[in-house]
């Protein structure tokens, strides 16, 4: 059961006429259309950053962690 309300777009300020959200529409769903659908999101096993908070504060020159 659909009821009226039930759209794709909403418009949360002002009042768009019927033109401007079929051009929004057009648009959003030719960025789609053009998105690989293959492409693979490589996610990262580790952090690229470090807690710096969390080092001691002095290294001795011999050290492994370079």
Avoid: C, Y
């Avoid at 759209?7 to 009042?15: A, D, H, I, S, Y």
């Avoid at 053009?34 to 693979?40: D, K, L, N, Q």
């Amino acid at each position: 059961m659909t009821h009226a309300t039930d759209t794709l777009l909403r418009v949360e300020k002002g009042n768009a006429e019927p033109e401007e959200l079929a051009a929004i529409t057009a648009i959003l769903l030719a960025r789609a259309a053009a998105t690989p659908e293959g492409t693979a999101v490589r996610v990262p096993r580790q952090a690229g950053w470090r807690r710096l908070e969390r080092t001691p504060g002095f290294r001795a020159p011999h050290s492994w962690q370079g």
